[in-house]
């Protein structure tokens, strides 16, 4: 079994800065890519950022030069630094693994963290 854990959320003023961790445990081989997403109220969930085991990354467009994806493979850890926070980047937060056990790889799940933007 393997358990994601988020962490970092909270409240911030439009234009500060936040930094999620994603940390990964349990009967890890290893892990594939990671990725972040959120769900704003009222929203549905959307891709914010992906990355690869070797390092390359995808955004979303909404995020783009302001979110910055990273990852540690030795401590099994990813990362989101959210800079020039908006508003609208307010939602629930969840990190999301592809990972190999010792069998076939599968996506996990965290629990989510929240982000708020407000002044």
């Known amino acids: 079994q393997v358990q994601l854990v988020e962490s970092g959320g909270g409240l911030v003023q439009p234009g500060g800065s936040l930094r999620l961790s994603c940390a990964a445990s349990?009967?890890?081989?290893?892990?594939?890519?990671m990725g972040w997403y959120r769900r704003a109220p009222g929203k549905q969930r959307e891709l914010v950022a992906t990355?690869?085991?070797?390092?390359?990354?995808n955004y979303a467009d909404s995020v783009k030069g302001r979110f910055t994806i990273s990852r540690d493979n030795a401590k099994n850890t990813g990362y989101l630094q959210m800079n020039s926070l908006k508003p609208e980047d307010t939602a629930v937060y969840y990190c999301n693994a592809n990972v190999n056990t010792y069998g076939p790889s599968r996506d996990y799940w965290g629990q989510g963290t929240q982000v708020t933007v407000s002044s």
């Open positions: 990355i690869t085991r070797d390092g390359s990354t």
């Open positions: 349990g009967s890890i081989f290893r892990i594939n890519a």
